[in-house]
């Protein structure tokens, strides 16, 4: 099966690009956006519209395989690629890559992700999220060419030994924190619920009293309407550094500070992502591993995820071979190829580190559908609810392809 013609077409994420810096330097609320003027190169404003592209590769039989090109809602921060907007970046696609794809045979998706991951143009490798798309595109194409799932494909070319079946799903909640968890609850949802916690003074605290309550509030919200006894959720909640700058990035007080939460959490089960973060890549992993050690070294059953600065496959391996944190985000746009997802996912499960495929708020559905492909198909630990904040959206997307998913497959194992 041959590809015969690429198309692509802008789209809309389902949230929106923020410029982080300019958040932590404080700026505020109005309504839905922000106060003040953008920092970070590119942003004409702190909150503006996330933007896609659809790449649609034609197969030679008629049917139509597709990904999306997307990137994380704090684009530009933490070492990241800079702002992507659809009108910059169809003509590059257009003019670079259609024309090495068309005609290409779909005999393996492995080598033509990792082709089209490395290729360059003018000395320079493509934006992380054209390979983003351009790779899913191919999954796609190489499993309507063999007329099996995109989790199978994953499976059989990358030996991955796993049982497809289903992984904890995680839910965020954005701002709303309070009505969004009533719904995780409802929805029986796995792991949730992020919380945003990107601010100290209005929603850590000063001292981490805000969190503190919060944690309080959702271990006794869960306790009240949870279905069953049985349902027992891990508490996952994303701080943004900001611990680290409420505590001055003093060791030993955050330790103290995260048995607080432990305690709190109990009987739950407690995960913190981006403690703290140190503007290096390594002095990041320095910083989590350190902390990660001291936890541990003293009976704390918090578990550190790591994020900023652990983006690309190599600082998965980095931050894995260092015991930087219990579990590290595989943020599947900042990875490019999704090729490189599924490397750093098998990579984290081989030296016994938490493999989370995540991701951001700010994809599309036809991203979540292949990123849940490859989490089943990779045995990760859990995999991101995505897109939006709004809960229902992201967790209907994800699990109903998981349910998908693993009925066909069950058909064909009969």
């Not at 390979?131 to 989790?151: H, W």
């Not at 497809?164 to 924190?177: E, L």
């Not at 709004?390 to 069950?410: H, P, Q, S, T």
Request: hydrophobic letters at 40%; one cysteine or more.
């Amino acid at each position: 099966m041959k590809i015969v013609d690429v198309v692509c077409s802008s789209g809309r994420t389902g949230f929106y690009f923020d410029d982080q810096r300019a958040i932590k330097k404080g700026a505020g609320h109005d309504g839905f956006t922000y106060v003040g003027e953008a920092v970070t190169e590119g942003f004409k404003a702190i909150r503006q519209a996330g933007e896609s592209i659809s790449v649609m590769l034609i197969l030679e039989d008629g049917q139509v395989a597709f990904g999306d090109c997307a990137a994380v809602q704090y684009s530009g921060a933490g070492g990241r690629d800079p702002l992507f907007l659809a009108s910059d970046f169809i003509p590059v696609i257009d003019k670079e890559i259609a024309p090495k794809l068309i005609g290409r045979e779909l005999s393996s998706f492995k080598a033509l992700a990792e082709e089209f991951d490395k290729m360059t143009v003018n000395g320079k490798r493509l934006h992380t999220a054209i390979r983003y798309g351009v790779t899913q595109a191919l999954l796609d194409a190489v499993a309507k060419s063999r007329k099996i799932t995109m989790a199978e494909v994953v499976k059989e070319e990358y030996n991955t030994g796993v049982e497809i079946t289903r992984v904890p799903i995680f839910t965020q909640s954005g701002d709303d924190r309070y009505d969004n968890a009533d719904k995780m609850i409802i929805k029986g949802a796995d792991v949730m619920p992020h919380a945003l916690i990107n601010h100290v003074q209005e929603k850590l605290g000063e001292k981490g009293e805000k969190l503190l309550h919060y944690v309080e509030w959702l271990r006794d919200r869960v306790l009240k309407l949870r279905y069953s006894e049985n349902y027992n959720p891990v508490f996952h909640i994303d701080v943004y550094g900001t611990i680290g700058i409420a505590f001055n990035n003093d060791m030993e007080a955050m330790v103290d500070y995260l048995r607080t939460l432990e305690n709190a959490a109990k009987p739950f089960k407690l995960r913190i992502e981006g403690p703290m973060d140190v503007e290096d890549r390594q002095k990041q992993m320095e910083a989590l591993k350190k902390l990660t050690e001291e936890l541990d070294r003293r009976g704390i059953s918090i578990e550190i995820v790591a994020d900023e600065w652990c983006n690309t496959y190599d600082d998965v391996v980095f931050f894995a071979d260092n015991k930087a944190g219990h579990m590290l985000q595989v943020k599947t746009p900042d990875l490019g190829g999704i090729n490189n997802t599924i490397e750093a996912l098998l990579y984290c499960k081989k030296m016994k580190v938490g493999a989370y495929c995540g991701g951001t708020c700010n994809e599309t559905n036809r991203s979540a559908e292949i990123c849940t492909n490859i989490a089943m198909a990779c045995g990760a630990a859990q995999v991101l609810a995505k897109p939006g904040m709004g809960v229902d959206e992201g967790f209907m997307i994800v699990n109903n392809e998981m349910n998908r998913v693993i009925a066909l497959v069950n058909r064909r194992n009969k």
